[in-house]
Structure formats: C-alpha cells, structure tokens
C-alpha cells in the first residue's frame, strides 16, 4: 500500500480494488477498509470486494450496511455483491433484506445464474422461509447439486425432514449423483424421524457412491444410529471413524444415557 502511495499507482481503480481485495480476503478488514475509504474512485468491484468481505468475516450487518450505502452512491451491485449480501442476510436471517435483494435479482435478469439462484435458495432456508426457498429451487429446470444441497438442507433445518426424504427420493430417481453434504442431510432427517429402516438404506446408498467414514458421513450415521435406538451399529460406525467431532460424541454419549449405559 505505501509502495503504491509513492509511486502514485492509487489513482488507479483497478489497483485500488486489487488491494481491498487482498486485504479483505486475508482477513485484514481494517485495512482493507481503510483502502476502501481512500479510493477517490470506487466501481462494482471495489465496493462487492469490501461487502464479500464482511459478509465472509461474520460481520453481516457491517456487510448489508455497505451495501445500502452502495445503494445509495449510484453503483450498481455485480452479481458477486448480491451472492456476498444474499449470505449476509443468511447468517443473520435477515428474511426482509433478502427479499428485497430477490426483487433486485429478477429486475437485473440475474435470476438464470445457478450460483445466484443456491444464494437465494440458502437464503431463504435459513431465513425460515422454506416455501421461498421451494419456488427459487423449482424455478431452475436444471439444478446443479450444490443446489439440491441447499434445498434438502434447508428442509432438515426447518423441521421438515420428509420434504427432505421426498426431495432426496426425486433426486435419485433423476440420476443426480449426491455429494458428503447431501448424504448427511438426508441422516440427518432420518434421524429427526427416528427412520431406521430409511437410514440404514441411505447408509447402503452411501457406500454404494463410495463415501467412507470421514465427516460429515460418519458422524451423520452414528448420530443417526443412535438416534433411532441403533447402539450396536452407532457404536461401529462410531470406532470406525478415522476422526470424531463433537456430533458424534455427543451421538453416542446421548445414546448410551437414554438407554441407561452410563459405563
């Protein structure tokens, strides 16, 4: 930044956004900020760099607060600046913003970009708004699996695990191969459900596509083993997993308490 001071490259935009960005994306906001604020001339990039960067950092209402300021200076978002704020109002389920950024989204015709339609999908998910989240999912013909993801996610998150099931079913029969997070989804909601029956074939299904018992799939199938009253076959999974996180610790522990196996 000091070099570019003195040789008075600063006066350049594309050196101005190239250095808000390094200091964003190296976690350095106050920097970054700095540079931001000293840009005489700001563009989209400069502005979706800084939003990107706060949305990224936790500092969410930092992010939406830039953004309506952005609003405001006559710069129009890119649609980078409207995944980074569609993620801000995500993280702090910020249902009316996000709204308002979909309406922005349809105006500009960003609505047939996949990656804008998974933000807006996980948006509203997380927002509690699953009905949202089912028409921004429906209304690709197409959907990738980031976005099948997002949406049997979002249904687990809500409480609607056999909209989840249902939704995974479709996918199967569509020939869509499913991904570590999407398989962990889906036991998740078996677990939810006390599925047995359901969880010990998504576990076929899940050796079937090759996953071992890394997390997140390991620790998906212990808790939801244990969960369904499974101890014997949690208890497996459980010692066969190469790494344990707190899911699965706690999995098992809540298992053996409810069934009076303390030792």
């Known amino acids: 930044m000091v070099w570019c ?3 008075g490259c600063y006066q350049f935009v594309s050196v101005g956004n190239a250095l808000v960005t390094v200091y964003a994306k190296c976690d350095s906001l106050n920097d970054a900020l700095q540079t931001f604020e000293f840009s005489s001339k700001k563009d989209s990039i400069t502005w979706s760099a800084m939003i990107t960067g706060y949305a990224q950092s936790g500092d969410s209402c930092k992010a939406l607060e ?11 978002p890119s649609e980078f600046t409207l995944v980074g704020v569609m993620n801000a109002c995500s993280d ?3 249902l009316g913003e996000g709204k308002q950024v979909h309406g922005y989204v349809f105006k500009v015709g960003f609505e047939s970009q996949i ?5 807006l999908v996980d948006m509203y998910a997380k927002c509690g708004s699953i009905t949202d989240a089912r028409k921004g999912f429906d209304y690709l013909q197409e959907p990738d699996i980031v976005l099948w993801t997002s949406m049997i996610g979002g249904y687990v998150q809500n409480g ?5 099931l249902s939704l995974y079913g479709r996918m199967e029969a569509e020939g869509i191969v499913p991904n570590d997070l999407t398989m962990a989804s889906v036991l998740k909601a078996c677990s939810t459900l006390a599925a047995l029956e359901q969880g010990k074939q998504i576990h076929a299904r899940t050796i079937k596509h090759g996953f071992n018992l890394q997390i997140p799939i390991g620790s998906a199938l212990s808790n939801m083993y244990a969960k369904c009253g499974s101890l014997e076959d949690g208890n497996s999974v459980f010692r066969r997993m190469p790494v344990r996180d707190v899911v699965s610790w706690n999995a098992m522990i809540s298992g053996l308490s409810q069934n009076g196996l303390w030792g």
């Open 160 to 164: 609607e695990s056999e909209g989840a």
């Open 5 to 7: 001071l003195k040789m």
């Open 66 to 76: 830039l953004f309506s300021n952005m609003h405001f200076s006559g710069i129009g």
């Open 92 to 94: 702090i389920g910020a």
């Open 115 to 119: 990656y804008i339609m998974t933000a």
